[in-house]
Nanobody, 125 residues
């Protein structure tokens, strides 16, 4: 069984920073790709960032490239998302997820089998 628990969200002003944390337990964390997605009200869930199993490869959505950084700590079974220079359009519920398939990193939500409950990020202008 896999459990993912996000934390670190909150209400901030434009230009501020936040670091999201995803604590993982169970199978897959140490050997599989993990990603962050987000969903704003009335919109579909969208890809934010992904990192492969050993942290050697990552990939970002164009909208966050240069502002967000994904990382993972195997010793702590934790995934992170450092978010800098936040903008109002970053407002959403942020989810971490694990891809249970091996292979190339993937960015489609339907490819991810396990999800956390989400953490709200609100950026005021």
């Amino acid at each position: 069984q896999v459990q993912l628990v996000e934390s670190g969200g909150g209400l901030v002003q434009a230009g501020d920073s936040l670091r999201l944390t995803c604590a993982a337990s169970g199978r897959y964390f140490s050997s599989h790709t993990m990603a962050w997605f987000r969903q704003a009200p009335g919109k579909e869930r969208e890809f934010v960032a992904v990192i492969n199993w050993n942290g050697a490869r990552d990939f970002y959505a164009d909208s966050v490239k240069g502002r967000f950084t994904i990382s993972r700590d195997h010793a702590k079974s934790t995934l992170y998302l450092q978010m800098d220079n936040l903008k109002p359009e970053d407002t959403a519920v942020y989810y971490c997820a694990v891809d249970v398939q091996y292979g190339d990193i993937r960015t489609t939500p339907s490819n991810y089998a396990y999800w956390g409950q989400g953490t709200q990020v609100t950026v005021s202008s």
